[in-house]
Structure formats: C-alpha cells, structure tokens
C-alpha cells in the first residue's frame, strides 16, 4: 500500500521502519542484516536513520546499500560534525556528506533537520545549506522533523518539501491543524514513534522511560483496544490518520516488524473508531504537546 509522498513526485508505503533501535552496538550484526533485508522484501520500503543513531547509518549502507533503488532513504543532520559548530551552514553540508558516505548512496531521498529549535530555523542558514546540498543533487526533499511551534514554522515556512513529527494514539494534536496545512501545501509527512514507544507494556508508570508521558496519556485517556491488540489499533489509527504519507514504526524484533506488516495491511480503522479515538484525546487534551 503506497501513498505519494505530498506533492514531492514519489510514492511511499504506509508502512516505515524506523532504524534507530538498529544502531544499538550490543545488536548481533547478522541480525541487523536479516531485518533490514526482510524489511525490504515485505515491502517495508522507507528506511528512516539519524547522525545521531549509533551505528544505524553505517548498518544500512553495509547491509541494503546494494538495494538502493529498492526504498526510500531518509536521515536527519545538524550536529556532531568535528570542527563545526551545531546547525551552522557547514555542519549541515558536512552532516550531509557524512550520511552519503556511511549510507554508502550518491542521493539521500529525505534529510531532516533533526529537531533544530524554532530560532535556528528562522535565522536561515541551516535551511540554506540543505538547499544548496538539494541543488548538488545531494538529497531530493529538505525536510524538517521536530514538534509544535518549529513544525508549525517549518510548515509555514514553504522551505521544506517534508515534515516528520509525533503522531500517535496519545500525541495528536499536530492532527487538527498542523498536519493539514502540510498536506494543503504539498509537504509529505512521516509519522514518528506511531505505537507512542508501546506503553502498554508497562503496568506501572514508567518512570524514566521515554514512553512515561504517554502512559499517562493513556491511563488519563480511558480508551479499550477491545477486539484488536494495542498494537494493531496504534498502527492503524497513526499510518491511516489524514496526511499521515508513512508511519515509521521502530523495531529491531523480526517477529513485530511481520506483525506490524500484517497490521498495516488491514488498512484504516473504521471511521467511527477513528473519531472516537480523536474525540477522546480532544477530551482530555490538557495541555498535550507534541513530544520529540
Ligand atoms: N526525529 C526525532 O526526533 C525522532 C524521535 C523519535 C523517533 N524517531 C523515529 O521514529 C522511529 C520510531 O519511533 P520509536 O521507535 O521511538 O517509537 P515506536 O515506533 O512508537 O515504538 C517502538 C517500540 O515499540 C515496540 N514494538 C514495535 N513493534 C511492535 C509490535 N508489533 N509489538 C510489540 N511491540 C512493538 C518496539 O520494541 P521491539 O524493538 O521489541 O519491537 C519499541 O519498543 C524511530 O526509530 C526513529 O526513526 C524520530
């Protein structure tokens, strides 16, 4: 099942993985092969990796830069780049060549600015500098991935031809007027962290884990996932949302990267399903940002 990326001349699927999990260093390196090439022949063909993801870059171009043509490849830049400072023009150009290189590929298809703040953006010279690697030939969409009023920026803004924020069960106001713009302008969008990091799991609140703020959604929130498992309700109700183009989920487990292939394949939830999904966060929305 694919969508066309906004108006930026590609199709994705609804379907992504996300490969920051992929970066862990303890994480057997045949394993990390046989996910990411299993990945792709199901189809899973948008790869989404970051500088800032351990060895994820460097794993994707060792293990699948021979299927290049086969998927979409998008990174994130902007920092910890040796003898630049963070988000200034050279550390972004420099950024980009570093993924070409350990992403083994001549053309990245999405760069991110990776959660840059909302004062580096309008100061200009980071988007500059993605322009200008775009013109090189470098990379095909300049995108933004960050939340709330520097995604609202970003949007706004016509400098970019991507977004990627937080679009999740428990993360959804970006839904009611963010996302629409981006997809009114032609931005394409990836959804990020769409099983909100599976809160489900923990019987307790989590304290510590990146996954705390949405369990407390969650409880607060007072939704069943009744006849479907958590998962395949979260899947469905992030990859299908309106403007939503591809649903990153992250995994480094080959037995959930079929399930979750198998979950998007149901498609869209039941549009009743769907709004009381949404009319239950607009409910007890209290003061719920987007979270990065
Ligand atoms: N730009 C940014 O600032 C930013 C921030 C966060 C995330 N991201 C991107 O978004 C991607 C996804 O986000 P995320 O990984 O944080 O959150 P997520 O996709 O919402 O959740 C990942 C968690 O769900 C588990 N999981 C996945 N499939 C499952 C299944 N079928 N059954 C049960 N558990 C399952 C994973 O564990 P297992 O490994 O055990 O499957 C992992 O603990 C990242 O990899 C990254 O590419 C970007």
């Known amino acids: 099942m694919e969508r066309e990326f906004g108006k930026q001349g590609f199709p994705v699927p609804a379907l ?42 460097e794993r994707i171009g060792r293990h699948i830069a021979h299927r290049r043509r086969q998927f979409i490849l998008s ?15 050279g550390c972004i150009l420099a950024g980009i060549d570093a993924a070409l290189k350990r992403l083994r590929t001549d053309c990245l298809d999405i760069v991110h600015l990776h959660s840059c703040p909302l004062e580096t953006l309008r100061q200009g010279d980071a988007i500059l500098a993605l322009h200008k690697a775009r013109d090189q030939g470098k990379l095909r969409v300049a995108a933004y991935s960050g939340e709330n009023e520097a995604l609202h920026w970003a949007i706004e803004s016509g400098q970019f031809g991507g977004v990627e924020c937080s679009v999740n069960l428990f993360d959804q106001r970006c839904l009611e007027h963010f996302l629409p713009l981006a997809q009114e302008r032609g931005i394409g969008v990836i959804a ?33 996932a009744d006849d479907m498992d958590w998962q ?29 292939k198998i979950f998007a394949d149901q498609g869209p939830l039941p549009a009743t399903r769907f709004d009381s999904l949404r009319q239950s966060f607009r409910q007890h929305d209290d003061n719920w940002v987007g979270q990065i």
């Open 75 to 89: 990174t994130k830049v902007g920092y910890g780049i040796p003898g630049h400072a963070d988000w200034t023009y």
């Open 16 to 57: 992504g993985l996300g490969a920051g999990s992929l970066g862990d260093p303890a994480l057997d390196e045949t394993r990390v092969d046989a996910l990411l090439n299993s990945a792709l022949d199901m189809g899973i063909t948008l790869i989404d990796s970051a500088r800032s993801y351990a060895l994820s870059e």
């Open 232 to 260: 395949e309700l979260a899947l469905r109700f992030a990859a299908f949302a309106p403007a939503v183009c591809c649903a990153i989920v992250g995994t480094a487990s080959p037995v959930h990267l079929l399930q979750n």
């Open 192 to 224: 990020k962290r769409p099983l909100a990091n599976a809160p489900w799991r923990f019987a307790q609140r989590p304290v510590g884990e990146y996954c705390e703020e949405y369990w407390s959604r969650w409880q607060a929130m007072e939704i069943a």
